[in-house]
């Protein structure tokens, strides 16, 4: 599976982005997708996820109110609608599939099997 996230850019406070992320191959639609973020000098963090079966989702708390994940199995693709969004939110946003449908598993970045290239996102006014 190969990923290709897109979407980022410059917003300022208060303002909104739609991340996509593209993916090739077959097995796409039979695993679950998450986003990542990772700002400078920070580890790499979860935001959201969503499972393959039934599309269940799962945020981190600071994007449970701001942000909604989706997906669309025709298109072999998941967004990640943000909004509200805070200098705090400035980072890389990576995008992931994984082999689980674990809401557990899925916060953790070492249980996802393939990565996208990242897209900067930057919230500054």
């Known amino acids: 599976v190969q990923l290709q996230a897109s979407g980022g850019g410059l917003v300022q406070p208060g303002g909104s982005l739609r991340l996509a992320c593209a993916a090739s191959g077959r097995a796409f639609n039979s695993m679950s997708a998450g986003w990542f973020r990772q700002a400078p000098g920070k580890e790499r963090e979860f935001v959201a996820a969503?499972?393959?079966?039934?599309?269940?989702?799962y945020y981190a708390d600071s994007a449970k109110v701001r942000f909604t994940i989706s997906r669309d199995s025709a298109k072999s693709t998941v967004w990640l609608q943000m909004s509200s969004l805070q200098p705090e939110d400035t980072a890389v946003y990576y995008c992931?599939?994984?082999?689980?449908?674990?809401?557990?598993?899925?916060?953790?970045?070492?249980?996802?099997?393939?990565w996208g290239q990242g897209t900067l996102v930057t919230v500054s006014s």
């Open positions: 992931a599939v994984a082999w689980t449908d674990s809401g557990v598993w899925l916060r953790i970045p070492e249980r996802y099997n393939y």
């Open positions: 969503i499972s393959s079966g039934d599309f269940t989702t």
